[in-house]
């Protein structure tokens, strides 16, 4: 049994990997067949809850029956999404990650659910979550064991992916781990994107083949979005303000290069919402809702949906806010500009809208005031010749009418964000 100690430093090991790709000249440009993603899913961000990084890898079903990788934890989370108001602002998929298996394959090559822990097995988990009217999402991992050491999908895609549609699984999360070359990781990525579309079965497809390319060399996205319907670019989000600034810094750092490619279908996905849990401060919590609903990142929540807080629950299910991030337009938002220890960003929305987020990442200190001409915003053209400006975080509030020449000015807690929506007025 694994401690949570043991679980940190096998994910922190996982990049270990990398240290065998040394025959970049030998990279796999494709597969016969297909090309993959043209699937039509994932068409917004997807929304949903993921176990891991709330429960990690704990298997002691003994000692801690309610928060161990069970059967029992998914059914209790599939009700409460179903009746709680979850599923019905966007959150639909249910999504087990890791520490889900037996320990070995069945006689034939395939994966199992842990017996003792699963004892209707994925299937029934499946159909029960079906019957909620939500999707289900499972875990594997491209090498030869995934990070906790449980059966890895090398030498197996094509009767994983058989087994995961006959499951009625609706998403796979592919992590990267135990890898132990470049075209084992590329042509992994790319043999079970196909392998899942040959199923039939409409799959969503989540991947951390960036992840573990970047230590390397910069990947190439354009190829990635052929495969993948969203992908993972830097390391494991914690319950933590620190995890979610060196999030941001890295996504900033790299805009240039990821925001072009994300769209319909394609998404960049920096890891998970941990709003609800102990880490974070409320200003915080709404910093993370904000810019991610800004970088039109997949929503995939990992708290304890039985113990949360009413402000929390109100946060993630934010309607205004989710409009923001399902904008069908489908345009990831980037950061404008930094000044002062202040961030400004903003994204296009459809109509003409725009998305403007300004967080305060001062640590010291009360709130501080902002101001920004609106004519900087939207590349010019939010505001011109005016516009209608609403306040949805912290509070929602309507600004008024702003023309093209006025000023805006905010105060925002320290690191706190306050986020607008900007609407033409005529």
Same mark, same amino acid.
């Given at each position: ?100 298996? $037996?320990?070995?394959?069945? +006689?034939? *090559?395939?994966?199992?659910? @842990?017996? &003792?822990? %699963? ?5 029934? /988990? ?21 990070? $906790?050491?449980?059966?890895? +999908?090398? *030498?197996?895609?094509?009767? @994983?992916? &058989?087994? %995961? ?5 609706? /998403? ?255």
């Amino acid at each position: 049994m694994m401690t949570a100690t043991m679980m940190l430093v096998s994910r922190v090991r996982r990049l270990g990997c990398v240290l065998a790709f040394c025959f970049l000249a030998l990279f796999l440009w494709g597969l016969p067949g297909a090309r993959a993603l043209d699937n039509g899913l994932a068409m917004t961000p997807t929304m949903g809850w993921l176990h891991w990084e709330r429960f990690m890898c704990n298997v002691n079903c003994q000692e801690e029956p309610d928060s161990c990788i069970s059967e029992k934890l998914f059914l209790q989370i599939a009700e409460i999404m179903a009746s709680d108001g979850w599923k019905d602002v966007g959150y639909e998929y249910l999504c087990i990650d890791d520490c889900w298996m $037996a320990p070995e394959r069945d +006689s034939e *090559g395939r994966l199992q659910a @842990d017996p &003792k822990r %699963f004892p209707g097995g994925i299937r029934r /988990l499946a159909n029960y979550v079906h019957s909620k009217g939500l999707k289900l999402g499972i875990y594997a991992d491209v090498g030869n064991k995934t990070c $906790a050491g449980f059966p890895g +999908s090398f *030498g197996y895609y094509d009767i @994983d992916a &058989k087994t %995961f549609a006959d499951w009625g699984v609706d /998403l796979l999360k592919f992590d990267g781990c135990y890898c132990d070359s470049i075209n084992h990781l590329a042509d992994g990525y790319k043999h079970m994107s196909l392998a899942l579309n040959r199923t039939g079965r409409s799959i969503v497809y989540s991947c951390e083949w960036p992840l573990y390319m970047w230590p390397i060399f910069k990947p190439n996205y354009t190829e990635i979005r052929e495969y993948c319907n969203h992908w993972r670019n830097f390391a494991d989000v914690y319950d933590s303000w620190q995890s979610i600034r060196s999030i941001l810094d890295w996504t900033t750092s790299n805009q240039e290069r990821i925001v072009p490619v994300a769209g319909p279908g394609g998404w960049n996905d920096p890891d998970m919402l941990v709003i609800g849990n102990f880490g974070l401060s409320r200003d915080q919590q709404i910093t993370q809702m904000a810019l991610w609903a800004i970088m039109a990142a997949p929503l995939l929540m990992s708290n304890d949906l039985r113990h949360i807080s009413l402000e929390a629950k109100a946060l993630l299910q934010d309607k205004d806010v989710i409009a923001i991030n399902q904008d069908p337009l489908g345009k990831q938002g980037y950061r404008l500009r930094k000044e002062d220890n202040f961030e400004v960003w903003e994204r296009p929305l459809s109509n003409l809208a725009w998305a403007v987020a300004m967080v305060n990442l001062q640590e010291i200190g009360g709130p501080r005031s902002y101001t920004i001409s609106v004519t900087s915003l939207g590349q010019g053209l939010a505001c011109n010749p005016d516009c209608l400006i609403t306040q949805l975080l912290p509070v929602k509030r309507k600004l008024g009418f702003y023309e093209w020449t006025s000023s805006l000015k905010t105060q925002i807690n320290p690191t706190g964000t306050v986020l607008l929506r900007l609407e033409r007025a005529s």
